[in-house]
Nanobody, 123 residues
Framework: QAQLAESGGGLVQPGGSLRLSCAAS????????MAWFRQAPGKEREFVAG???????LYADSVKGRFTISRDNAKNTVYLQMNSLKPEDTAVYYC?????????????????WGQGTQVTVSS
């Protein structure tokens, strides 16, 4: 059974950094594109960043230049390094896995989801 487990969320001041991790089990990790989505209160879940199965990344315009997605296929883990955080980055962040080769921005194209981790950016 596929499982995705996020960690690393928390409270951080504006301008600070956080690193999220998502550990996958029950899937052949290297065969999946991976992505991070986020959902703020009262808003729809939105694409943040995605990783191709082996190389290549995709970012939402709102996080380009501040966030970096990376993956370690040997550890079955995908990361999201978040720098220069802003209050509007506050949301629950979800990890997702898709059997596509390339990441997609539509949440409907993902097969598995984690439970989410809360990120709060506030002074």
């Amino acid at each position: 059974q596929a499982q995705l487990a996020e960690s690393g969320g928390g409270l951080v001041q504006p301008g600070g950094s956080l690193r999220l991790s998502c550990a996958a089990s029950g899937i052949i990790f290297r065969n999946y594109a991976m992505a991070w989505f986020r959902q703020a209160p009262g808003k729809e879940r939105e694409f943040v960043a995605g990783s191709h199965r082996w190389r290549g990344t995709l970012y939402a315009d709102s996080v380009k230049g501040r966030f970096t997605i990376s993956r370690d296929n040997a550890k079955n883990t995908v990361y999201l390094q978040m720098n220069s955080l802003k209050p509007e980055d506050t949301a629950v962040y979800y990890c997702a896995a898709s059997q596509r080769i390339n990441p997609a921005t539509s949440r409907n194209l993902y097969d598995y989801w984690g439970q989410g981790t809360q990120v709060t950016v506030s002074s």
